[in-house]
């Protein structure tokens, strides 16, 4: 089932994938974070307003990012090197828009690591999954 949503005058189609993909990439950025803060002992879910303190920002600046970028209404099906490319752009912009959000909201100031730490596994991680995505889906289209 497709949706027609307006964009700058044109009409793009939403799709089930495209909506997929969205979906695992907030999946993914939130699952990140969360095994972050298990890496650190902390429980999520006997303090779940500290993960959604830490969750949110990054995921907030995603799809702020993704939104001024139009990274959804690309081809969901682009070329991975395509892929890789935008999705390198929004994650590295997202993750400073993250970590601007994260301080100035919850005056939650991160030693020094963090922002290195979460700016380069994330982009590993979106990247990967894009890419392999992209991969995957080009495949399908040419078989």
């Given at each position: 089932?497709?949706?027609?949503?307006?964009?700058?005058?044109?009409?793009?189609?939403?799709?089930?994938?495209?909506?997929?993909?969205g979906v695992g990439d907030v999946g993914l950025i939130a699952g990140?974070?969360?095994?972050?803060?298990?890496?650190?002992?902390?429980?999520?879910?006997?303090?779940?307003?500290?993960?959604?303190?830490?969750?949110?920002?990054?995921?907030?600046?995603?799809?702020?990012?993704?939104?001024?970028?139009?990274?959804?209404?690309?081809?969901?099906?682009?070329?991975?090197?395509?892929?890789?490319?935008?999705?390198?752009?929004?994650?590295?912009?997202?993750?400073?828009?993250?970590?601007?959000?994260?301080?100035?909201?919850?005056?939650?100031?991160?030693?020094?690591?963090?922002?290195?730490?979460?700016?380069?596994?994330?982009?590993?991680?979106?990247?990967?999954?894009?890419?392999?995505?992209?991969?995957?889906?080009?495949?399908?289209?040419?078989?």
């Open positions: 089932m497709d949706t027609a949503v307006r964009t700058d005058g044109r009409t793009e189609a939403v799709d089930r994938t495209t909506l997929a993909l990140l974070l969360v095994y972050g803060q298990l890496s650190h002992e902390a429980n999520p879910l006997a303090q779940p307003l500290s993960t959604l303190e830490t969750v949110a920002p990054f995921v907030v600046g995603w799809i702020v990012v993704a939104a001024l970028a139009g990274f959804y209404t690309r081809s969901a099906s682009a070329a991975p090197s395509r892929a890789a490319r935008l999705t390198a752009v929004v994650w590295l912009g997202a993750a400073n828009v993250g970590l601007l959000l994260r301080q100035g909201l919850f005056g939650d100031s991160a030693v020094w690591p963090f922002p290195l730490v979460i700016t380069g596994f994330g982009f590993l991680l979106l990247v990967g999954w894009r890419v392999g995505y992209a991969t995957v889906a080009g495949r399908k289209g040419t078989a």
